[in-house]
């Protein structure tokens, strides 16, 4: 069973049942009861037609559920709007059901996690760990988000802005987390752009090209993270870095500087450095201070700490730390990492395990780990 077929097709059968007159919490029901009996029937049964199949089981358990709770009349109407056997034309639907999901009825949180869930594939774990609320939290929002549109008319497509926040965060997790995102949100920018002559749009496909231009270099053989500084930058995708830094001069030369333009111009003065130690951190610092003025985010001031930490040495890093809450996400690594760069292996330790014990994934706990056990083995000796 390919279920990477299956993820790959929800997007279009979701917006298909919608068109047809679904409301989005029934179609995205509908469509994954289809998926729950695709992956019963196609092992030994694999249709010649998968998307035609799943769209033809998502509409009948729709009409299923319709039924149960509508008049005959409108279950009469549905019966005949069932879409005919066959094949389906192949449309990538995907970028357009990111609009519909970001329906004006919602808030632009509230249309950011329902795309999140029901679009991106994402897990509400993984949604929560993005905004920085418990789980609980996000489940909440996310059904409140279905309420709201269960039944509404899906004719007015969300902003730009929430449709970029929602590829953003996609990209995001596939580029650090659990599941590989990072080429589907990298594909659906592409189609943003050279559909929508935006200056945000453009920097939020260079800040995604450059990040992913160093993704080779981000994991050792065994598997094992590699942090930045230590990574090979012979292994760097050095076509990608020069598109990125392209799309991105292009863009910020029409002086409308946003969040994903300054944050793709920091990624670009990491790219641009031929060694770790050659790398720009004052003017990093500069461009840290720039997005703070876009948004006043707790992770960006995380950054900017790091960055404050290697532009003017660690005491002046740990000092902007202190201003932070101490409960952010990687908050202690930082500190693991500013304290030992400060001559303090013995609380760069403690504060290493510390931070592999809170780390999301395995890997950076296993890294974590390796440098708290680093830093104890050097001090035994």
């Known amino acids: 069973m390919d279920e990477a077929l299956l993820r790959s097709l929800t997007p279009s059968v979701l917006t298909i049942l919608v068109r047809r007159g679904a409301d989005f919490a029934a179609a995205e029901d509908a469509v994954q009861d289809a998926l729950i009996e695709a992956l019963r029937v196609w092992p030994a049964d694999p249709p010649r037609d998968a998307k035609g199949w799943l769209v ?220 770790a130690e050659e790398t720009d951190w004052v003017q990093i610092v500069e461009w840290y201070d720039e997005l703070l003025l876009l948004t006043d985010n707790p992770v960006v001031r995380l950054n900017r700490a790091v960055a404050v930490g290697e532009a003017d040495g660690p005491r002046a890093g740990l000092a902007e730390l202190a201003a932070l809450d101490d409960s952010l996400p990687r908050h202690t690594a930082v500190a693991a990492y500013l304290h030992e760069r400060d001559g303090d292996p013995e609380t760069a330790a403690r504060l290493y395990a510390e931070a592999a014990r809170k780390a999301p994934n395995l890997a950076e706990r296993d890294y974590l780990t390796r440098q708290a056990a680093r830093l104890n083995a050097g001090r035994r000796r």
């Open 56 to 275: 033809t089981a998502a509409w009948r358990k729709f009409l299923d559920q319709t039924r149960a709770d509508s008049a005959r009349r409108r279950r009469e109407d549905l019966v005949d709007e069932e879409p005919a056997p066959g094949p389906t034309p192949g449309v990538d639907d995907t970028l357009q059901l990111y609009f519909l999901c970001a329906h004006p009825s919602l808030t632009p949180s509230s249309a950011v996690a329902l795309t999140l869930r029901a679009v991106g594939g994402l897990t509400t774990r993984q949604i929560a760990q993005a905004y920085l609320v418990p789980e609980a939290t996000m489940a909440q929002r996310i059904s409140r988000a279905k309420r709201t549109v269960s039944g509404v008319r899906f004719d007015q497509p969300g902003d730009v802005a929430t449709v970029l926040r929602v590829l953003y965060l996609v990209f995001n997790e596939g580029y650090s987390g659990d599941v590989d995102l990072s080429a589907e949100a990298i594909r659906l920018t592409r189609q943003l752009a050279g559909a929508i002559d935006h200056p945000e749009v453009a920097g939020l496909l260079a800040l995604m090209l450059l990040h992913h231009a160093r993704r080779a270099g981000r994991t050792a053989p065994d598997g094992s993270l590699v942090p930045l500084a230590e990574q090979d930058r012979g292994r760097w995708d050095t076509a990608a870095i020069a598109e990125g830094i392209g799309i991105l001069q292009a863009a910020l030369a029409r002086d409308r500087l946003g969040e994903f333009q300054a944050q793709a111009a920091i990624a670009a003065l990491h790219a641009d450095a031929l060694t």
